[in-house]
């Protein structure tokens, strides 16, 4: 059993920027970042399977990157120019080795407690 820690969290205000940090506690094939805003459905945002095989929601694209350290087991998310409508719980999720990655919930096993970003206008 893989944990997921995120932190990285905060208030900013539009345009700002905000780095989220999901440290993983042992082995993950692919991770990814999901948000989630109260009674709307899970959105997934960025996943990382190696550096050149990243994918993005259309919404997050150009203002935010995915990274992964593979050292420090950790996954990143840079959020530039960012909006109130980014406003969302953020979720990190992983998955073992064998099956796929992308932005489909259901595809990961793995999940964290999530972190919370506000964008204020």
């Known amino acids: 059993q893989v944990q997921l820690v995120e932190s990285g969290g905060g208030s900013v205000q539009a345009g700002g920027s905000l780095r989220l940090s999901c440290v993983a506690s042992g082995y993950t094939y692919c991770m990814v970042w999901f948000r989630q805003v109260p009674g709307k459905q899970r959105e997934g945002v960025a996943s990382f399977l190696f550096a050149d095989h990243t994918d993005y929601a259309d919404s997050v694209k150009g203002r935010f990157t995915v990274s992964k350290d593979n050292r420090k087991n950790t996954l990143y998310l840079q959020m530039n120019s960012l909006k109130p409508e980014d406003t969302a719980m953020y979720f990190c999720?992983?998955?073992?080795?064998?099956?796929?990655?992308?932005?489909?919930?259901?595809?990961?096993?793995?999940w964290g407690q999530g972190t919370q970003v506000t964008v204020s206008s």
């Open positions: 999720a992983a998955r073992g080795f064998g099956g796929s990655c992308g932005l489909t919930s259901a595809n990961y096993n793995y």
